[in-house]
């Protein structure tokens, strides 16, 4: 294991981190960076992060025996008596190489020595762009923000190659106590207060929050405004999320990304940043996050904020955007020569991206600029060494990976072949190294996949390896089809096998239910408000709720015929399927409030008030929040609703446990007709919860999809039982309490009673 705080070792076992450390007294600091093709590099040292020159430029020795590390050493005294530079270090790298090799009579915005943009082996060299180290535990600034919105100064090409970038460039930063190797204490672990006790609750068990973290909080009068949208912020709803009932809260990415420009105009919103899915560095919690932005603010402050949900019993899940980078791709079209250069790509660009097969461009796989090369064993050190660093030093208990497929690339140029089996690639290694939580809890962490892209091969639902959840998309579409386009051929086994866990995609290779991360909204698409009321994308709008370019045109919605009570029925069902299905129920921040975005399902670029949770829900949405929040208790209330392992059912000659029971309106059990009649929109199940040591030795759902009322029959209770209604979410029930509390649930009947459920309506009952 590294040392407390560090990255875990790219090199050889017993070499020091990558990255810039002070040793362990303190007294000196190590700068070690990767670059296999470089022939010079130099580590230039700042007293600002922005505005002026380097106060000391000192050359890199390549280390003897490596692949290709670089790395120089600097006394504290040094910095202090030769260079002037006292308190926080900023520093960032410039590298020569094979397209541009270094001439004596090269100075800062010259081209001596150039030879061009790009050589054949796709290198990328230009000593004029300061490079940001990927090892950077904290970043200064983003490369555009308020006051420097000129892209060009990071440009190659004709037009721009010449451009020093030093100046403006994001830096590096030096934080104190990061000993390189040797036992020293990092500046997180030793600033105070660590983070928490993790939960060690199973996947299955735990109901997941997808949320902004500055969304969260930046629209809450309740949080003081210093610290709206922080993660000291974020902090502070932990015990109110816990009362909601959540046990895990999945924040949209937080590494270091592009968005200190966002919004300073909104007529040039459509460049803005507001999810984060482009990351700058895989290491540095971001600094726009951060009440206290100061170097060794955002570390601290992350920090604390994840105690505070490990001390509210709830974990903490990263989105991590490791299949392309914040660099992105060409400028132009049919342009070789023309990119930005940032960091990667300015020390290694073959290595850190995939290529074309030429090398002259990225191998865009995923319609996002160029996939980064996770089959390359330094590349895939990065994007492990940093996995590590928000597990072990952050304390973050889970990942979820955005275009995860990425992960499982097993070439490097001019192709993409995915495996879940290659021991080579990253998405290999990330498992190995860091085991993933068992099917009932403990040790380990929750590794969470988006399992598709945009190109081919990309589409692997169901085909991640043992120990991997995954957003389950097949889910989503087959019961917002049921709702939403009755004419489409849902048949009721296709609904059954989603309600059981989707043991079609998950059963066959070892995984269980938790591995289906079930949801019917997420930040990508319509708000579960929006699903039931916006039968089109409306992106187009002015400002605040747009304009947003992209999103899917295939949203599988319906505004129920224009009524609000419709629509609120409809998002009671559509919740309702979330907390009775086995796997894991995913809810998006602002479900619990029905909160809307008018129709845009890809406000990515809205960094305002319109994308921002609301705080002031008004009548209707208070009644949904209780209706949630009553429906996630009885979810953890009730293990037989997450079972570790696929449900048992009976033979048809009534052998077997027969943990789960199917049944048609009428109370028999279907037939191989009825299962595969897409006509039939009415299905019911009993789940045994003596089976799983559940408080109701029964319970029973019946979901009607059809327009009209239809009359369930319902099946035994259980020796001496009677059912209970615990909700129905049809019309005529909605209230406050149409989820009925612990002992207060109504009285229904025994076997043979029967039910009459509404239209488009889900009843759930338990014996009693």
């Not at 294991?1 to 020091?16: E, F, L, S, T, W």
């Amino acid at each position: 294991m590294p040392a407390a705080g560090q990255p875990a070792r790219a090199a050889a076992a017993d070499a020091p981190a990558l990255g810039a450390h002070y040793d362990g007294s303190g007294e000196s600091i190590t700068f070690r960076v990767h670059s296999s093709a470089a022939t010079r590099m130099l580590v230039e040292l700042y007293d600002k992060a922005a505005g002026a020159d380097e106060k000391a430029s000192l050359p890199l020795e390549r280390e003897s025996g490596s692949d290709g590390t670089w790395t120089a050493t600097v006394t504290v005294a040094e910095l202090r008596e030769k260079y002037g530079i006292e308190g926080t270090v900023y520093y960032g790298y410039r590298a020569w190489g094979p397209n541009w090799p270094y001439d004596k009579d090269w100075k800062k915005g010259s081209e001596a020595g150039f030879v061009s943009d790009v050589d054949g082996k796709g290198n990328r060299f230009n000593p004029n762009k300061l490079l940001l180290d990927p090892y950077a535990l904290e970043v200064s600034h983003d490369p555009l923000r308020e006051g420097m919105t000129d892209k060009g100064v990071y440009g190659s090409g004709p037009e721009h190659r010449d451009e020093d970038s030093g100046a403006q460039a994001p830096k590096g930063i030096v934080l104190p106590g990061t000993g390189s190797g040797d036992g020293g204490t990092s500046q997180a672990e030793g600033s105070g207060g660590g983070t928490g006790e993790k939960p060690r609750r199973a996947l299955k068990d735990d109901i997941v929050y997808e949320v902004h973290l500055r969304g969260l909080t930046k629209n809450d009068p309740a949080v003081p405004a210093a610290e709206r949208g922080t993660y000291k912020g974020a902090a502070a709803k932990a015990e109110e999320l816990a009362r909601l009932g959540v046990t895990a809260v999945e924040f949209l990415p937080m590494q270091e990304s592009q968005n200190d420009a966002n919004d300073a105009d909104p007529d040039s919103s459509a460049d803005d940043n507001y999810w984060g899915y482009v990351t700058d560095n895989f290491f540095a919690p971001d600094r726009r996050y951060a009440a206290d932005d100061s170097p060794g603010g955002p570390t601290r402050e992350f920090r604390a904020m994840v105690k505070a949900y490990h001390d509210a019993g709830i974990k903490v899940i990263a989105d991590v955007v490791y299949n392309h980078t914040g660099e992105g791709g060409p400028w132009k079209e049919g342009d070789k020569n023309t990119y930005g250069i940032h960091s990667y790509r300015g020390l290694d660009n073959p290595t850190y991206y995939s290529l074309t097969d030429d090398r002259q461009g990225p191998m865009d796989n995923t319609g996002v600029g160029g996939n980064f090369n996770t089959y390359n064993p330094v590349a895939q050190s990065l994007v492990v060494d940093s996995l590590r660093y928000w597990k072990d030093t952050l304390g973050v208990d889970g990942f979820r990976h955005d275009l995860a497929p990425v992960l499982g690339n097993t070439c490097e140029h001019g192709c993409f072949k995915y495996s879940a089996t290659d021991p080579k690639t990253a998405l290999h290694r990330i498992t190995e190294e860091m085991p993933a939580r068992g099917a009932r809890g403990g040790e380990g962490t929750d590794w969470i996949a988006e399992p598709w892209a945009l190109g081919d091969g990309t589409y692997q639902i169901g085909n991640f390896p043992e120990g991997w959840a995954e957003w389950n998309g097949k889910y989503r579409d087959t019961l917002r089809a049921d709702q939403n386009k009755p004419g489409e051929k849902v048949t009721p086994g296709q609904l059954a096998t989603r309600f059981a866990g989707s043991s079609d995609l998950y059963g066959d290779d070892g995984r269980r239910p938790s591995s289906s991360v079930n949801f019917m909204v997420a930040h990508d698409g319509f708000t579960q408000r929006d699903l039931y009321s916006c039968n089109e994308k409306k992106n187009d709008q002015a400002w605040p709720y747009g304009p947003s370019d992209g999103g899917s045109d295939d949203n599988i919605s319906w505004d129920q015929g224009g009524g609000a009570a419709a629509q609120r029925q409809a998002a009671r069902n559509g919740f309702a399927f979330l907390m009775l299905s086995a796997g894991t129920p995913m809810m998006t921040g602002g479900d619990e409030v029905l909160r809307s975005t008018r129709c845009n399902n890809n406000p990515y670029n809205l960094d305002n008030e319109a994308n921002w949770l609301g705080h002031d829900p008004d009548s209707d949405q208070r009644t949904f929040r209780t209706y949630t929040q009553r429906l996630l208790e009885f979810r953890k209330a009730h293990p037989a609703l997450r079972p570790a392992d696929f449900y048992t059912s009976k033979d048809t000659n009534g052998n077997g446990t027969g943990q789960l029971d199917w049944f048609t309106p009428a109370g028999s059990a279907p037939d191989d007709a009825y299962w595969n009649d897409a006509s039939n929109h009415a299905l019911a199940w009993r789940i045994d919860g003596t089976e799983f040591d559940d408080p109701a030795d029964g319970l029973y759902v019946a979901y009607n999809g059809w327009s009209e009322a239809s009359e369930f029959t319902l099946p035994s209770p259980g020796e001496g039982k009677e059912w209970h209604r615990v909700t129905d979410t049809g019309a005529a029930s909605e209230g406050a309490d149409q989820v009925a509390e612990p002992g207060s649930e109504k009285p229904v009947g025994g076997k043979g009673t029967k039910y009459e459920l509404g239209g488009r309506s889900m009843a759930v009952l338990i014996a009693e």
